[in-house]
């Protein structure tokens, strides 16, 4: 008896570990987008392919494996179900004095996008993404 709830544990373990490493090693698009009247900004990682978008231009950039990485261990550090749960410590965006923006991060198997936030002023959790984001296409 005790051996067969010892394998239980053990099997349960391994299970909730696999998912945790799972949820960023499938990750197929992060874009990160600032929308209000008047302007938008749209980052875009599809592959190892960054697309900047505003009203006016479209550009894209290459970044290399260590980039992609580097993004992809910061996101690992999220809890991708929670983030549409996640506060914005500022609210300028309800006067139109900062853009409506959201982060959504794409796997094969679903998609996440955190709540709103100003687009100068995210969530501290999402902050070191988004800032990572923008350094790719500066």
């Given at each position: 008896m005790k051996?067969?709830?010892s394998i239980i544990i053990l099997l349960s373990t391994v299970g909730c570990i696999s998912q945790?490493?799972?949820?960023t090693s499938i990750i197929s698009e992060v874009t990160f987008n600032a929308h209000t009247r008047g302007a938008m900004e749209n980052i875009s990682l599809i592959d190892n392919t960054i697309t900047y978008k505003d009203y006016n231009t479209t550009k894209?950039?290459?970044?290399?494996?260590d980039q992609k990485e580097q993004l992809f261990n910061l996101i690992k550090n999220l809890e991708l179900k929670s983030i549409s749960e996640l506060k914005a410590p500022s609210d300028k965006r309800a006067t139109?004095?900062?853009l409506h923006a959201s982060l959504?991060?794409?796997t094969t198997n679903e998609t996440y996008?955190?709540?709103?936030?100003?687009?100068?002023?995210?969530p501290?959790?999402?902050?070191?993404?988004?800032d990572l984001l923008?350094?790719?296409v500066k």
């Open positions: 051996f067969l709830i945790k490493d799972n949820q894209t950039y290459s970044i290399t494996k139109d004095a900062a959504q991060i794409k996008i955190s709540s709103d936030f100003d687009h100068d002023n995210p501290n959790e999402l902050k070191p993404i988004i923008r350094n790719f």
